[in-house]
């Protein structure tokens, strides 16, 4: 049997990557003329993989272009991503273990790194340092890029994923400032900076009184159209040796909102249980599987919000649209006008619902159907 040809919860740059070819070359040229850049999106739209894809093309024509990609959705502290960011900087900038033990002499001053080498001491090392000096001296760090690409006549594309994260950090104020003083002055270094909560994204980079205001281009990633899905879909199925119509594989992205990990996963079971021919049958059948393989995390959702904010949700899954009016107020038990507005502004800012053309909507394509059939017994069935 062959693998499937349908791809998520990793990123997917080379297989199964749908081009999004004006995305692409914005972002490509951007990052090779020096102009820092800012993705958001909700998460699983795609920014990961794009970032990965456009920096894989670019590794492979721009020799002198060294590129980083980081992801931030783990690290901890300030201290953690300075020595984090440091030796991928270092490892970047070379292929030879050689010219990683000189790097500590050569590139800091006030700084002592401490090396080690791992099993296979060729191709890794780790870094640390004393962590009071390296909070002191952090601009040695943040401008370490800088002074390398100088010295050796190269450039890097620093990409650092789930940026907001760094937000959550002690004295992340202080940070932000040094962090924003050291970067706009570098020539050598371009930034490409990207994460799925909106709402601190927005906060970090489009506020004016914040110094990472219009450090770059700011990219408000979309979904992928319709067609695109479709052509992949089927393409998908008959290299696989199995079929579906483009009225069926249409459904897919219908159903999923075009929401890219969604579609992908949808388009997934459905093609596993198919052996032959795909239909409505076996699309159902994929429908059910994914929600309840997603369950779990929607329960766990369900469960951190409060009371009100559930009801404000029923409200939304029925298409109302005012909900301080005094009738729709108390047909869903909303409370007082104030709780409403308190509950909308959560729900929007952690990224559960989004306003599209003055009506409100689940984020979560699955996470609707799930709260649907969950409270109110509704079954999505797709029909011809
Ligand atoms: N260009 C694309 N073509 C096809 N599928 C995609 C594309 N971008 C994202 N996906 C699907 O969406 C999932 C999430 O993508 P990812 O890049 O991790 O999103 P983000 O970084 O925005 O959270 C992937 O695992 C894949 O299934
Ligand atoms: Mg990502």
Known sequence: MKNSPFIYGTTVSVLSFINRENESRKLKS?????????????????????????????????????????????????????????????????????????????????????????????????????????????????NLPEIIAQKKGIKFIICLDEFQNLSSFKDYIVFEKKMRACWQRHKSVTYCLYGSKRHMMSDIFNNPSKPFYRFGDIMLLQKIETQKWVSFITKSFSNTNKVIDEETAEMIPFIMKNHSWYVQQLAHYTWNLTSKKATLNELNTALTELINANAPLYQKEVESISQTQINLLKAVTKGETQFTSTVTMQKYLLGTPRNVSKNKTILINSDVIHEINGKYEFVDPAFELWFNKQFFNKVYTIKK
């Not at 959705?73 to 900087?89: I, N, Q, Y």
């Open 30 to 142: 951007n990052l090779l003329n020096g102009i820092n850049t800012t993705i958001i999106s909700p998460r699983r739209w795609g920014k990961s993989s794009l970032v990965e894809k456009v920096i894989a093309d670019i590794n492979k024509k721009e020799k002198l272009t060294k590129t980083i990609i980081i992801d931030l959705f783990s690290v901890g502290s300030e201290e953690e991503f300075l020595e984090k960011f440091a030796r991928e900087v270092i490892k970047a900038s070379s292929s030879k273990w050689q010219e990683w033990m000189a790097s500590g002499k050569e590139y800091f001053k006030k700084l002592t790194p401490k090396l080690s080498f791992g099993i296979d001491p060729i191709s890794d090392f780790s870094l640390s340092f004393d962590l009071q000096e390296l909070k002191k001296n952090n601009d040695e760090i943040l």
